[in-house]
């Protein structure tokens, strides 16, 4: 049972450009989120689908979007790249928006320069 | 707001000592108490929860955590540390003290093993 996948595992960008990145959930799963973890800090919320919309939202710009598709994968884009935005960028799925823990993925490492 | 306090930025250990991360945490309404353990440039992997029921919550890889209403606390400990328990270990809280909310987390503690 494959868990949750993330690709690109890293890539490296340059302020002004734009980058997405991708998530499959964990088999069975139909919720996914997505965190931005800052070197050195916890992961921080960005936001979270759920029946192909966005449900909830952090403190994130509009720089900041998203997609979830019907085989409930999701995207992450993001816009005019800042250097502040380089970042390890975490994807957790889980089965409905239940009390119950997040699976993550291994991340994908953003670099801007 | 819902928030995460992890004291200690980095915690040492002897190979067999029992260990303690300590986390205390502010919700309004009932905590939703998570721990993770994230290995160097790796994903978070779950350990335990805590949700309603016993204090004494025991996860994966022989660790445990006891929550603690009065004082807010939920401390992460194993009896027997080992080498390869060096890792960064986040403990976190569910947002809006419910079922639904978001991961908060806190900032990290990293623990050293040593033999």
């Known amino acids: ?113 | 707001a819902q928030s995460v306090a992890q004291p200690e930025d980095q915690v040492n250990v002897a190979e067999g000592n029992p260990l303690t991360v300590k986390c205390t945490y502010s919700v309004s309404g009932n905590p939703y108490l998570f721990w993770y353990v994230q290995y160097p440039n790796r994903g978070l992997q779950f350990l335990l929860k805590y949700i309603t029921g016993d204090n004494l919550v025991k996860g994966s890889y022989g660790f445990e955590a006891e929550f603690n209403k009065s004082q807010t606390s939920f401390h992460l400990k194993k009896p027997s540390a080992l080498v390869s328990d060096s890792a960064l270990y986040f403990c976190a809280v569910r947002d809006n003290g419910g079922s639904q909310g978001n991961l908060i987390f806190g900032k990290g503690t990293k623990l050293s093993v040593k033999p």
């Open chain 1, 1 to 113: 049972d494959a868990g949750v996948t993330q690709s690109p595992t890293h890539l490296i960008k340059t302020r002004g450009q734009q980058v997405t990145l991708r998530c499959s959930p964990k088999s069975g799963h139909d919720t996914v989120s997505w965190y931005q973890q800052a070197l050195g800090q916890g992961p921080q919320f960005i936001f979270q689908y759920y029946e192909e919309e966005e449900r909830q939202r952090g403190n994130f710009p509009d720089r900041f979007s998203g997609h979830q598709f019907p085989n409930y994968s999701s995207e992450l884009n993001v816009n005019a790249l800042l250097l502040g935005d380089s970042a390890l960028y975490l994807c957790a799925s889980s089965p409905g928006q239940g009390a119950g823990e997040l699976f993550f993925g291994e991340g994908s490492r953003l670099t801007v320069l």
